[in-house]
């Protein structure tokens, strides 16, 4: 079992920073590929980043790129997600997501484990 805790969300203005981090469980974290989504009511799960095990190789949505980082500290069992240049249409919940078979995906389904979410809100 793993268990995953977000952290960090919070209100900014457009054209802001801001970093959230996921804490993750387990003996196993540098294993697990990592990955960050985002969610607004009515709309499905988005991919934002992922990072993979093997190699620390990072991809990102399009929406993103150039603007949002992930990374990790495996001596920590944490993600982060940098967040730069902030827009309104950043403004969501994010949720972090551990893909135990270390690959990071861009499809939410290949993740096996889900944290509780923390909400961003980029002011205009």
């Known amino acids: 079992q793993v268990q995953l805790v977000e952290s960090g969300g919070g209100l900014v203005q457009a054209g802001g920073s801001l970093r959230v981090s996921c804490a993750a469980s387990?003996?196993?974290?540098?294993?697990?590929?990592m990955g960050w989504f985002r969610q607004t009511p009515g709309k499905e799960r988005e991919f934002v980043a992922t990072?993979?095990?093997?190699?620390?190789?990072?991809y990102y949505a399009d929406s993103v790129k150039g603007r949002f980082t992930i990374s990790r500290d495996n001596a920590k069992n944490t993600v982060y997600l940098q967040m730069n240049s902030l827009k309104p249409e950043d403004t969501a919940v994010y949720y972090c997501?551990?893909?135990?078979?270390?690959?990071?995906?861009?499809?939410?389904?290949?993740?096996?484990?889900w944290g509780q979410g923390t909400q961003v809100t980029v002011s205009s």
């Open positions: 997501a551990a893909d135990l078979h270390g690959l990071g995906s861009s499809n939410r389904h290949d993740y096996d484990y």
């Open positions: 990072m993979t095990w093997i190699g620390g190789r990072t």
């Open positions: 387990g003996r196993a974290f540098n294993t697990y590929g």
